[in-house]
Each structure stands twice: as C-alpha cells, then as structure tokens.
C-alpha cells in the first residue's frame, strides 16, 4: 500500500461550478489547475533518474553527485550525471454499469458524471508527464478499448470515448475486466473507477489476473453521499438500477440495518484490494477528486 500524496492545504474545488461547466476538457482543466496549484508548493518532484554518464568535476558542481568510491580507484573528481526516465503505461478503466447512473442531487453528478470527469483528469495528469495513458469502459462487455499512448492526439480521442453514450448495459463489471486484461500486454497502473457493486469472488478473480500480470492497482470507489450517508426522509420506493427490483419501505424502519450491511460492503470491498496490494480511495460525488489525483502521483513515484 503505497497511500496517497499529500499537498499543501488548498482551496477545495467548487463542485457545482464542476458539475455545470460543458465538456469533459473542461471539467478535466478545471481539476488539473486545482491540482497543480497545491503540486507546484508540495515537495513532490515526480521524476526518476538513472545513470547515464560521468564528467569531471567543476566548481559549483553539487558534492552529493560526486562518484567518492571512483575518487579513490582513480584519484580524479567525476560527477555522475543522469538522464529522465519518466514514462508509465496507465489504463484508465471506467464502470458504465447502470447502477453508476445514479445521482441523489438534482443538479450535482451522477457517479458515471463523476468517474468520467476522474478518469479525463487523470488521463490529462498523465500526459502531462509524458505517460502513455490509455482507456477501457467496462460493461456487460468490454465496450472500448483505447491503447496507451502519450500523444495529444491520444488524449482527446480518450475524451471523445468517455462522452460516448454506451446505452444500456448489463452489470459485468468483473467479466469486462477479464476480457480487458490480454490487452494489457505491458506491465503498467490500471486505474479503476467504479461502485464496485459486483459479486466479491469474481472481482477477486478479476484482480488476482491483474496482479498476476504484475499490473499495479488503484481502485477508485465511487459513491453518492446518499448512498453512504443514507439521508432520506419519509416512505418511498428503492430501485435497484442493477435488476430492476423494487422495495417500498419506510426510511426510518430500514435505516439502521442498511447503514450496518454498506458498511460492511464497505469495509469488504477496501480490504479486498488492500489485500492485493492495489491503493484505494473512497471518492463521494459531493467532494472533489484531488485524493485520485494525488494516489496516481503516489503509486507513480513508488515506481519510478
């Protein structure tokens, strides 16, 4: 586990401001220049290095570069000099399942709004770092399929993939990982955004061919508040937009024993993934998405 990077203490982000500008480039400029704004003063330097070369001191030459040990072979001054080496292959895989239609405030995001809108800022995040970013929507089937590349050209078609409606589908979030995984053919970060409503086993499944792979993991959950904090009132009829099913109930008679079971669906899901080394963050539709942001920083410079 790996944990995410922490930045400076920021302005958060205005949600409704980000839930009403048009176009995921956008929304997806928006985040980043948040972002950056806390990046710029932390102490994050996000590049590795490696070995390219030696030259002969110079005064003013930084003395932490001084090869010491060739100092005392050769009895001459060298600096070791390096190259960047910068670039990560990442997949980007966002759920489409129905029941990522979902979205309690009437003019805030649905959480297939807010995945889109994650997955474009990352996708953005890591092109500015030259990563070759690349994109699978999962469904009832694998629905698309972007390869990695670190191009600008690459980055757009990505968007133009995430704003593409992918009507109804079934919920196979498990099953369209499956058939996501040959294609990942280089080892890289797979980014998952999702509910991650799903039969655990199968999902298990699913991550144990990604780890076998020796792909890193960062699982994104993303949740409505009123999911998690189950904030209504009254009598009313709950549909599942997985099955269709339908429940009339009073709030208040049911209450306490969902907050119980979600909580445990809860603490399942996060320890699943933990327990196969992949990070995880909990991401609520009403909050802004830096905490993505900053765990692909953070597993990326583990890496590196």
């Not at 890591?126 to 469904?139: C, P, S």
């Not at 498990?174 to 980014?191: D, H, K, N, T, Y």
Request: some cysteine; glycine content about 6%.
């Amino acid at each position: 586990m790996v944990g995410t990077l922490t930045l400076p203490s920021m302005k958060p982000l205005d949600i409704e401001l980000l839930s009403d500008l048009p176009g995921l480039e956008l929304k997806a400029r928006y985040v980043m220049d948040g972002f950056l704004s806390g990046l710029h003063r932390s102490p994050y330097k996000g590049f590795s290095v490696e070995f390219a070369q030696y030259r002969a001191y110079q005064p003013g030459d930084d003395l932490r570069r001084l090869d010491w040990r060739l100092y005392g072979r050769t009895d001459r001054l060298q600096v070791r000099e390096y190259e960047a080496e910068t670039q990560m292959r990442v997949i980007v895989c966002v759920d489409v399942s129905p029941s990522m239609r979902y979205g309690s405030a009437t003019k805030g995001l649905t959480k297939l709004d807010y995945a889109r809108m994650v997955a474009a800022s990352l996708a953005m995040l890591a092109q500015r770092q030259r990563d070759a970013v690349g994109l699978a929507v999962l469904g009832g089937k694998l629905e698309d399929f972007l390869r990695p590349k670190s191009s600008l050209s690459n980055l757009h078609t990505l968007w133009s993939l995430l704003e593409r409606d992918p009507g109804r589908v079934a919920p196979r979030l498990a099953a369209s990982l499956q058939e996501a995984a040959p294609l990942m053919r280089r080892r890289g970060i797979v980014v998952i955004l999702s509910d991650f409503y799903e039969d655990m086993e199968p999902l298990r499944a699913a991550l144990r061919r990604l780890r076998h792979a020796r792909h890193d993991v960062i699982a994104l959950q993303i949740l409505d508040p009123a999911e998690i904090d189950f904030n209504f009132e009254g009598r009313g009829t709950f549909v599942d937009l997985e099955t269709g099913a339908r429940i009339k109930a009073g709030v208040d008679e049911i209450r306490e024993s969902y907050l119980e079971r979600f909580g445990n669906f809860l603490k399942e899901t996060r320890e699943m993934f933990r327990d196969h080394g992949a990070d995880f963050e909990l991401l609520r539709t009403d909050r802004d998405p830096l905490p993505a942001l900053s765990a692909y920083l953070a597993r990326r410079e583990h890496l590196l």
